[in-house]
């Protein structure tokens, strides 16, 4: 089944499944407004049976983000064919079964290389990707298992927005049609739980960067830093635009990040997490934050 063939979710259905589309046509990533993270963190060692919990896996330089968030299980990218053995067994276990979202921000290997094994190995029930094909044995892969599936993905063009019973998830598309580089197609996820924000970046790069800092006036507890920490010339004015008090980057022994890239994250003194040094955990009930690797 080819792009064409992907079919758009219909705005009754979205209703029917509790999800909501933006109606203003462009990405608003402001909502309430916060105090600082770096002046209302509650830092633990662990918080027992936490209602909210995200699992970074060590996947290489390579996203496979797990969260279970209230009643929902919800998967940011699947990391790379060659990891996605091992990303299905973690999931099995956690004991997961289903999964309520699966979220690809963008069609590159190291985001949708384990999708296939995903969507076959579980019950998924709503896929989101970014709108545009890829010619690569990865995205072949994907297409052919959601075929199999008989899943129909949403093509996101509008803004997106799940709540659960004490989280409102707020997923953000690429504002044009089409970009130069694959990665500013990444689809820009925003989670709030209680008084912390998280947010998810993808892999984007200098002109969806710039989208989401020209729309952004929200402060986030901790991000999942954009394209393996890679350095480039909005890399500052973004984490001023979002003053965390965490960050996380995927990357491998072979594959760092930017010197500059930690360099900057130390300067603003944000705590900074590798998912090469092995699997993050955090967890948090809304009031108290835990982080573990």
Excluded: W
Aim: hydrophobic share 35%; aromatic share 8%; with cysteine.
């Amino acid at each position: 089944m080819g792009k064409n063939k992907l079919k758009k979710f219909i705005g009754t259905i979205m209703a029917a499944l509790g999800i909501s589309f933006g109606l203003n046509g462009c990405s608003d990533y402001s909502k309430k407004s916060v105090d600082s993270p770096s002046t209302n963190i509650a830092e633990v060692n662990n918080i027992e049976n936490a209602p909210f919990e995200i699992t970074f896996m060590n996947v290489g330089k390579a996203d496979s983000i797990f969260l279970s968030i209230d009643d929902k299980n919800i998967m940011i990218d699947t990391g790379l064919n060659s990891t996605k053995d091992n990303v299905v067994s973690q999931l099995k276990e956690k004991n997961i079964d289903s999964i309520d979202y699966l979220i690809l921000t963008h069609m590159d290997k190291d985001h949708i290389g384990g999708a296939d094994a995903i969507l076959n190995e579980f019950k998924v029930d709503n896929v989101i990707q970014a709108d545009y094909s890829k010619d690569s044995k990865q995205y072949d892969q994907y297409i052919k298992a959601i075929e199999k599936n008989n899943i129909n993905p949403i093509l996101i063009h509008d803004n997106i927005n799940v709540k659960t019973d004490n989280a409102e998830i707020n997923i953000y598309p690429a504002l044009k049609k089409s970009y130069s580089q694959s990665n500013d197609y990444s689809i820009i996820v925003s989670i709030n739980y209680g008084k912390y924000n998280f947010l998810f970046a993808g892999d984007a790069e200098e002109e969806r960067l710039a989208e989401f800092i020209n729309s952004n006036n929200e402060k986030y507890t901790l991000v999942k830093m954009p394209h393996h920490g890679k350095i480039n010339s909005l890399s500052e004015k973004f984490i001023k635009s979002i003053n965390p008090s965490y960050s996380i980057i995927t990357c491998s022994d072979e594959e760092l990040p930017d010197e500059d890239t930690i360099k900057l994250l130390n300067k603003y003194n944000v705590k900074n997490f590798l998912t090469k040094d092995g699997e993050i955990v955090v967890k948090t009930d809304g009031n108290n934050i835990s982080i573990s690797q």
